[in-house]
């Protein structure tokens, strides 16, 4: 198959060879499947190297596929290369929705178990690994298994968050949530600062089914995260369900620098904030508006020109966040980085059943970066050391060069998921963490 296949952030070396299922399935039953030959690929969203695999292989997944649902329960089934566009254009005109949807629908629904996605809703559904009921894993041994909460639940728990690397998950069902329609009502709250977003911010997750806050990351001094709250429910009823247009807009060519500087982006950061409040009250919004706003532009991430993006979430503990975002901000600011988009929530308390899920209670903070050399990499990893000194953690699948120690810190758990880590897959990603920290543990083992 041609590639290359990307990821979204376009700062890692693409995989530029790819077999297909039914040749996968063939080397297994011949017995001919290499260590670390292959890896899962879904619609190449992830923004590091988690989806890449450049040594060997990678395994496109995705694909249109039958949808069963069951309208009494919300149970739906799919293959794991269906796009979540199409699980939604098939259940909402129904009255179900997935109980947690990221920041894009282009994603397949294998590829949001295997990452564990979350959304504006977290405080309430907690992450889409919650919602997923069971479902088959191939594995390099030929044999199809069968996960679920009661049924090979080590694999069941590794998988979701496991970034693929247990295996190809073929088929998967997953409750939905009831709701009266697709749209949402939508209402926008200023704060002039920080503070008064932690002020609101429990409140309006009580209130509320999505809370999501926009920050002006350029403001400073008494304005310091300067933005709008942006909380949502579902409309009870509304007329006919519209399914998401295909983008008008696109960036059909890439530019030869970065698009995306202080100047353009604080033009940028006045035009949406008057956008969100020229209009009091609540306002019916799209879902596709709500949850998937950048969606509406193809090919966005050529903005940030020829170099790329780098994309930084963290989660601290709520009882840091105050003091910790704040500081997150601040180095961005000193570094004289410009960040695009800039989105503040609130995790709650909800676990998933997911080994390496990355929510736990607190704030997450996501900044995005045009690729710009030492200078981003040096604020990269002063992100990094600020929200692991806090007891927090980077997002694996959002990453494309933390250090190994780093991904050890957030993650101690990392070596239950190598231990149900199938061995012929393997990915850049963590190739260049978990095998590198194994690499020492061995080393500190032969010397004893």
Same mark, same amino acid.
């Not at 790819?18 to 690929?41: F, H, K, N, P």
């Not at 295996?167 to 069902?173: C, R």
């Not at 920050?215 to 008494?222: P, R, S, T, V």
């Given at each position: 198959?041609?590639?290359?296949?990307?990821?979204?952030?376009?700062?890692?070396?693409?995989?530029?060879?790819?077999?297909?299922?039914?040749?996968?399935?063939?080397?297994?039953?011949?017995?001919?499947?290499?260590?670390?030959?292959?890896?899962?690929?879904?619609?190449?969203?992830?923004?590091?190297?988690?989806?890449?695999?450049?040594?060997?292989?990678?395994?496109?997944?995705?694909?249109?596929?039958?949808?069963?649902?069951?309208?009494?329960?919300?149970?739906?089934?799919?293959?794991?290369?269906?796009?979540?566009?199409?699980?939604?254009?098939?259940?909402?005109?129904?009255?179900?929705?997935?109980?947690?949807?990221?920041?894009?629908?282009?994603?397949?629904?294998?590829?949001?178990?295997?990452?564990?996605?979350?959304?504006?809703?977290?405080?309430?559904?907690?992450?889409?690994?919650?919602?997923?009921?069971?479902?088959?894993?191939?594995?390099?041994?030929?044999?199809?298994?069968?996960?679920?909460?009661?049924?090979?639940?080590?694999?069941?728990?590794?998988?979701?968050?496991?970034?693929?690397?247990?295996?190809?998950?073929?088929?998967?069902?997953?409750?939905?949530?009831?709701?009266? *329609?697709?749209? =949402?009502?939508?209402? $926008?709250?200023?704060? &002039?600062?920080?503070?008064?977003?932690?002020?609101? @911010?429990? #409140? +309006?997750?009580?209130?509320?089914?999505?809370?999501?806050?926009?920050?002006?990351?350029?403001?400073?001094?008494?304005?310091?995260?300067?933005?709008?709250?942006?909380?949502?429910?579902?409309?009870?009823?509304?007329?006919?369900?519209?399914?998401?247009?295909?983008?008008?807009?696109?960036?059909?060519?890439?530019?030869?620098?970065?698009?995306?500087?202080?100047?353009?982006?604080?033009?940028?950061?006045?035009?949406?904030?008057?956008?969100?409040?020229?209009?009091?009250?609540?306002?019916?919004?799209?879902?596709?508006?709500?949850?998937?706003?950048?969606?509406?532009?193809?090919?966005?991430?050529?903005?940030?020109?020829?170099?790329?993006?780098?994309? *930084?979430?963290? =989660?601290?503990?709520? $009882?840091?966040?105050? &003091?910790?975002?704040?500081?997150?901000?601040?180095? @961005?600011? #000193? +570094?004289?980085?410009?960040?695009?988009?800039?989105?503040?929530?609130?995790?709650?308390?909800?676990?998933?059943?997911?080994?390496?899920?990355?929510?736990?209670?607190?704030?997450?903070?996501?900044?995005?970066?045009?690729?710009?050399?030492?200078?981003?990499?040096?604020?990269?990893?002063?992100?990094?050391?600020?929200?692991?000194?806090?007891?927090?953690?980077?997002?694996?699948?959002?990453?494309?060069?933390?250090?190994?120690?780093?991904?050890?810190?957030?993650?101690?758990?990392?070596?239950?998921?190598?231990?149900?880590?199938?061995?012929?897959?393997?990915?850049?990603?963590?190739?260049?963490?978990?095998?590198?920290?194994?690499?020492?543990?061995?080393?500190?083992?032969?010397?004893?």
């Amino acid at each position: 198959m041609r590639g290359p296949f990307t990821s979204f952030g376009r700062t890692v070396t693409a995989t530029k060879r790819a077999m297909r299922l039914e040749e996968v399935r063939g080397l297994i039953e011949r017995g001919q499947v290499g260590t670390g030959s292959l890896l899962a690929y879904g619609n190449g969203r992830s923004y590091g190297d988690s989806c890449q695999n450049c040594e060997n292989a990678v395994v496109p997944m995705a694909s249109a596929g039958e949808i069963s649902l069951d309208t009494d329960t919300g149970l739906l089934t799919a293959s794991a290369g269906v796009m979540l566009s199409d699980i939604i254009v098939r259940a909402a005109p129904l009255g179900w929705f997935p109980a947690v949807v990221p920041g894009t629908q282009n994603i397949t629904l294998g590829g949001a178990i295997a990452n564990d996605v979350h959304g504006k809703n977290h405080h309430r559904r907690g992450t889409f690994g919650c919602h997923v009921e069971r479902f088959s894993l191939l594995r390099s041994d030929g044999v199809v298994r069968a996960c679920s909460r009661t049924e090979n639940t080590e694999l069941f728990e590794a998988s979701i968050g496991g970034m693929g690397l247990t295996g190809l998950i073929l088929e998967a069902t997953i409750r939905l949530m009831p709701v009266g *329609h697709a749209d =949402v009502e939508e209402s $926008a709250v200023a704060f &002039d600062n920080l503070d008064e977003y932690f002020e609101l @911010a429990a #409140d +309006a997750d009580a209130q509320n089914e999505y809370a999501v806050a926009w920050i002006d990351q350029l403001a400073g001094g008494l304005e310091t995260g300067r933005g709008v709250l942006l909380t949502a429910n579902h409309v009870a009823e509304g007329g006919a369900f519209k399914a998401a247009k295909k983008p008008n807009l696109s960036v059909p060519l890439q530019p030869p620098f970065n698009v995306l500087n202080q100047y353009s982006i604080g033009l940028f950061n006045r035009a949406y904030r008057w956008s969100k409040l020229r209009r009091p009250g609540l306002r019916r919004s799209s879902y596709a508006s709500y949850f998937f706003p950048l969606d509406g532009v193809r090919n966005w991430n050529r903005l940030y020109g020829p170099g790329g993006l780098y994309q *930084h979430q963290s =989660v601290v503990p709520e $009882a840091l966040g105050r &003091d910790v975002v704040p500081a997150l901000l601040k180095a @961005a600011q #000193d +570094a004289g980085q410009a960040s695009f988009l800039t989105v503040l929530k609130r995790f709650g308390p909800v676990r998933s059943p997911g080994l390496m899920s990355f929510p736990s209670a607190g704030y997450t903070l996501t900044l995005d970066f045009p690729a710009q050399g030492n200078a981003t990499l040096k604020l990269l990893e002063k992100l990094d050391a600020i929200t692991i000194e806090a007891g927090g953690a980077v997002n694996p699948y959002k990453d494309a060069r933390m250090s190994a120690d780093v991904f050890a810190a957030g993650f101690p758990q990392w070596r239950r998921l190598e231990a149900q880590r199938d061995p012929a897959f393997m990915s850049d990603f963590w190739r260049r963490t978990a095998m590198v920290l194994d690499g020492q543990e061995h080393k500190r083992e032969a010397a004893e």
